[in-house]
């Protein structure tokens, strides 16, 4: 089946950039996404990707794919202490379904 | 607001018990689904339904029951059965057949057996 991985943790100062990196191995995937969790909370949606892009910019934001590597990274550009969170990505495949496979995620730590 | 609501947050029981959580979206949403979050795993899925009165297994489903009687709800039931209960656990929901739509998820319930 599809796998998703992620390292388990981040540490990063605050004012620094974050990347956050993450491998998918199914070749059939055509959106990736990145999800953020809050401690005791959901996962909000914090942006996507279509397959047939490479690069994705949203305010400090930026996704970069790599399809050939299945890599995927997401860059936080001065991240902050509301920036502390466990960030996932996950993969939708092309079987009919709505199905997503999630990483294992991966929790930021902000250092002052 | 449009949202998915899940209660309790915090639901405690004892070993051997089946215990129900619970699921509500007013997105107009025409699937959902429950996952579990456990630390270091990342999210399994359990059940999924794409339509009212149809639900699919996921790759963790033994012990597990949901119902989808309604568009609205899908609740789902930890039974005895579930050899590993305590986790947490995420309702969400998407509309099927946009491919691009993301799921969107409640805030949790974090369940205790003990």
């Known amino acids: 089946g599809e796998d998703v991985e992620q390292s388990l943790f981040l540490s990063v100062r605050e004012g620094d950039s974050s990347v956050i990196n993450c491998t998918y191995t199914?070749?059939?995937?055509?959106?990736l996404y990145w999800y953020k969790q809050e401690p005791g909370a959901g996962l909000q949606l914090l942006t996507y990707?279509?397959?047939?892009?490479d690069m994705k910019q949203d305010q400090r934001l930026t996704v970069l794919l790599n399809k050939k590597d299945k890599h995927l990274s997401l860059r936080i550009a001065d991240t902050q202490t509301g920036d502390s969170a466990i960030y996932f990505c996950?993969?939708?495949?092309?079987?009919?379904?709505?199905?997503?496979?999630f990483g294992t995620g991966t929790r930021l730590t902000i250092i002052p | 607001d449009g949202g998915i609501t899940q209660s309790p947050k915090y639901l405690f029981r004892k070993e051997g018990q089946n215990v129900t959580l619970s699921c509500e979206q007013n997105?107009?949403?025409?699937?959902m689904y429950w996952y579990r979050q456990d630390p270091g795993q990342g999210l399994r899925l359990i059940y999924y339904?794409?339509?009212?009165?149809?639900?699919q297994k996921g790759d963790i489903a033994e012990g597990y029951s949901v119902s989808r009687e309604k568009k609205e709800s899908f609740p789902l039931t930890v039974t005895s059965a579930q050899k590993n209960p305590t986790a947490f656990y995420l309702c969400?929901?998407?509309?099927?057949?946009?491919?691009?739509?993301?799921?969107?998820f409640g805030n949790g319930t974090r369940l205790t057996v003990t």
């Open positions: 969400a929901s998407s509309n099927f057949g946009d491919y691009n739509s993301p799921l969107h």
């Open positions: 199914d070749s059939s995937s055509t959106y």
């Open positions: 990707i279509f397959s047939n892009m």
């Open positions: 996950a993969e939708k495949g092309n079987f009919g379904n709505e199905k997503l496979t």
């Open positions: 997105l107009n949403h025409d699937a």
């Open positions: 339904s794409q339509i009212v009165n149809d639900f």
